[in-house]
């Protein structure tokens, strides 16, 4: 009889233990996804601000300024001790920077070359590439409901997002290249953090200085091939050079809470979470510069991504809804190559 109460009081004491870990895990994904969402918004909402009042378009150089604050950033913090000695190979460095770099610049692109339509959808498609790319890197499963749920996503973005769609041969090279390198960079995210055991700001500590150098040297020329002025010839102001001071520290927490998200979770579920992004900046957009385009076509896009990223979150995270394959494979990996949990934990401490 002891040894059976001993056995129930432990059963228990694992269940409530279990329950408490699920309960902190639930709580630290929120506040992790929170802190991405108002972070990109934010910047959204800035960027938009100083680039149609202040005349500040050259996007390149103003992203290689953003990632020179946040090296700036990891540099106090490692003297100061919050950031730990880590390792990272330098060719995985230079695929990751590669991968990052050709997004931003193919975004800019892509916008540039393509109708706001078409730059939509090519947006939409990141979700389906980022899900070839576990399926066949990862060896990820996905359930009926989890397809499912992605597809309404979709459709609801596409409703209230895409209007007129036109395109040209060079705007879909673009469109190609950006799409495939942002979720490659996404995809990289996440496996450079479980495979080297990184956390969000040693990931970040690594690959912000090498971005911010490529960025602000290639920024300028690439700013003045795609809007035909020199940002050396930009007439700054008090206002313009406070809302890129702005703009670079919002930025600081926008590339954290990317990295942070994409470790907890991964890039496809960050991708199809970050469309609620798109719902409130289009919300936000609406109340803060006119409505104008606010229709009922609108409202119901609106209304069936948000139904589908619930289905999603609820389809992922049931059993068999979102799964590897080959379990045995990942838990013999050696003590260097840390699993996705360990990535987790170090992010949870941040």
Not at 199 to 222: D, E, I, R, W
């Amino acid at each position: 009889m002891k040894t059976e109460k001993i056995l129930v009081t432990n059963s228990l004491i694992e269940k409530m233990t279990s329950a408490k870990m699920a309960d902190r895990k639930a709580m630290l994904d929120t506040a992790s996804w929170m802190f991405n969402v108002v972070t990109s918004v934010g910047i959204i909402l800035v960027n938009k601000a100083l680039m149609a009042k202040y005349g500040f378009t050259f996007a390149t150089t103003l992203t290689g300024l953003h990632f020179a604050t946040t090296t700036l950033l990891t540099v106090l913090l490692r003297r100061l001790g919050y950031i730990q000695a880590s390792h990272l190979p330098f060719s995985e460095l230079l695929k990751f920077v590669i991968f990052a770099n050709f997004s931003i610049v193919g975004m800019n692109v892509s916008l540039m070359w393509n109708s706001v339509g078409f730059y939509q959808i090519a947006k939409l498609s990141m979700i389906p590439v980022s899900c070839f790319l576990e399926v066949v890197l990862d060896k990820m499963r996905y359930s009926r409901d989890t397809k499912l749920s992605i597809m309404v996503v979709l459709l609801g973005v596409a409703v209230c997002t895409v209007t007129d769609v036109s395109v040209n041969a060079k705007g879909f090279i673009a469109a190609l290249v950006a799409v495939w390198s942002t979720s490659l960079q996404q995809y990289y995210v996440h496996y450079l953090q479980r495979n080297y055991s990184l956390g969000s700001f040693n990931l970040l500590g690594h690959t912000a200085p090498a971005q911010a150098a490529s960025l602000l040297v290639l920024g300028p020329f690439l700013d003045y091939q795609l809007t035909g002025k020199k940002v050396y010839a930009y007439e700054s102001s008090l206002m313009s050079t406070l809302f890129i001071i702005l703009s670079c520290t919002i930025a600081v927490g926008t590339n954290l809470s990317q990295f942070i998200c994409i470790g907890r979770f991964t890039a496809v579920s960050f991708q199809v979470l970050g469309h609620m992004k798109t719902i409130l900046v289009l919300i936000l957009g609406f109340i803060l510069f006119g409505k104008e385009g606010l229709n009922f076509h609108v409202i119901m896009g609106m209304i069936i991504a948000v139904v589908g990223m619930v289905w999603y979150g609820n389809a992922s995270a049931m059993p068999g809804g979102k799964e590897r394959r080959s379990h045995s494979s990942l838990t013999n990996k050696s003590p260097k190559h840390g699993s996705s949990s360990e990535s987790s934990d170090v992010d949870d401490k941040v």
